[in-house]
């Protein structure tokens, strides 16, 4: 069955480092690649695409790569701030447009 | 601009009892998703349309779970005879495009956190 594995640990960095967090899946062959911010009580934001053909993508301090070989996403924050803190959910998507979402990453900034 | 709102906020129900939850997709919006999520993890897919045309509903855990979408806007997640396994967050999400070319943006409502005692 398809399986996607997010770091179910907390991630607690210190402000202005980069954060990496890891989406790797199996079982799976997506079209494409979302990740998702999600803050407490409230409903995930999206946050950046990458699709199958594509390795990389930035979006000002957000950074995501996609490797179909390993299977794996990165997702990076440089130059953390306290106001990143959240959680982050990687989510697979196919044609259908149907999303899967990993279990999310909490990502602490430490001030 | 107003986002994807869901009602109730909040539903406690007795077990056996019938709940009716309420998304409301952003304006204009072709495709609807019906989410459950359990506390500490991702969204779990249950549904979705595309205008009123129900695509795929392989999520839904059991018949006594349905939805509905009759005029391609509003929509709603029926649970019957509930189960306290039921408990849970639902959230509804909407896509501008019907997703046939892929990578739609999906936002998400607040959601409705459901208890059945």
């Known amino acids: 069955s398809q399986k996607i594995e997010q770091n179910s640990e907390a991630l607690n960095i210190q402000e202005g480092k980069t954060a990496t967090l890891t989406c790797n899946y199996t079982?799976?062959?997506?079209?494409?690649l979302q990740w998702y911010r999600q803050d407490p009580g409230r409903g995930p934001v999206f946050l950046l695409l990458?699709?199958?053909?594509?390795k990389e993508k930035r979006k000002e301090r957000l950074k995501v790569t996609f490797d179909t070989t390993l299977k794996q996403s990165l997702f990076h924050i440089t130059a953390s701030q306290p106001a990143d803190s959240a959680t982050y959910l990687c989510?697979?998507?196919?044609?259908?447009?149907?999303?899967?979402f990993g279990g999310g990453t909490r990502l602490m900034v430490k001030p | 601009g107003a986002g994807v709102s869901q009602s109730p906020r909040y539903k406690v129900t007795k077990r056996g009892q019938d709940v009716a939850l309420r998304c409301d997709p952003i304006?204009?919006?072709?495709?609807l998703y019906w989410y459950r999520q359990a506390l500490g993890q991702g969204p779990e897919f249950l549904t979705y349309f595309n205008y009123e045309a129900q695509q795929d509903k392989s999520g839904l855990p059991n018949d006594r779970f349905s939805a509905e979408r009759p005029e391609g806007s509003i929509s709603t997640l029926t649970i019957q005879r509930t189960e306290q396994r039921d408990s849970a967050m639902y959230r509804c999400?909407?896509?501008?495009?019907?997703?046939?070319?892929?990578?739609?943006?999906?936002?998400f409502g607040p959601g409705t956190r459901l208890l059945v005692l």
């Open positions: 990458i699709r199958e053909n594509e």
């Open positions: 304006s204009g919006h072709v495709s």
């Open positions: 079982n799976y062959s997506p079209a494409y």
């Open positions: 999400a909407s896509s501008l495009g019907s997703g046939r070319a892929g990578a739609e943006t999906q936002y």
């Open positions: 989510a697979l998507g196919n044609a259908g447009n149907m999303l899967t």
